[in-house]
């Protein structure tokens, strides 16, 4: 426990130095009118630190299975969320990504100013129905802009044994942008979650599942897609 512990302190030192580097880069690109291919690209670059951090350090690296299964054209990817890593990971794993994300995501220093000028899709879940049509106009949005979607269906992070069990909102979204789905499984919350109390080596797996078409029953969709994902999970439990 001590080792793991001393591990995780050492990748949390040096995600913070990494991390101060790009506050050089929020000066450069508020100069030349920050343009967002580059801020999006600099934001992946500084992830790949993040995650070659994890790998070399914590020990903790990732595998995909059934990436063949992606969309050729934009799409809703519905992802459960076991822990930080996914939020950071898919920015990388699907490049110009928009990630529906909370509003405390913007707490992270440096950082949250990539992520608004990215843009992502940041949401206060406070504000109730006014936060759902944010939601669904930037959505729409980034998919008119080639860019797929990511939500986190659950709406926040939840333990690794918990059940997946969706919010309404992304059954609002399916219903109102009429574009296939991907559902995709992670185990990050093994090495990296709530129930843990630091970072543990090992191989976090990333399973895309089959593609959900667009124009189905939205409730049908919600029940499909759980019960996919549930499958997974039992599967690499």
Known sequence: MYQINLKSHMFDALFAGWTVWFALGVLVFWLV??????????????????????????????????????????????????????????????????????QELLRIPIISWYLRKSPMIIIDRETGSKALKIMLNQSREALDGGRSVLIFPEGTRMKELEPIRFKRGVELLYAKLGVPVLPVLVNSG????????????????????????????????????EAQMEAERSRLM
Not at 37 to 53: E, H, N, Q
Not at 207 to 225: N, Q, W
């Open 33 to 102: 009118g920050t343009p967002r291919k580059a801020i999006r690209a600099t934001t992946r670059l500084w992830v790949r630190g993040v995650l070659f951090g994890l790998k070399h350090v914590v020990r903790l690296d990732y595998v995909e299975t059934g990436r063949d299964r992606i969309p050729a054209e934009p799409c809703l990817i519905v992802c459960n969320h076991q822990s930080t890593w996914e939020t950071l990971a898919f920015l990388v794993l699907f490049p110009d990504v928009a990630i529906v994300a909370k």
């Open 190 to 225: 093994k090495f990296w979650g709530l129930s843990r109390s630091g970072k543990r080596g090992g191989t976090i797996t990333v399973s895309y599942l089959p593609p959900i078409p667009a124009e189905m029953p939205a409730g049908l969709f919600v029940r499909k897609a």
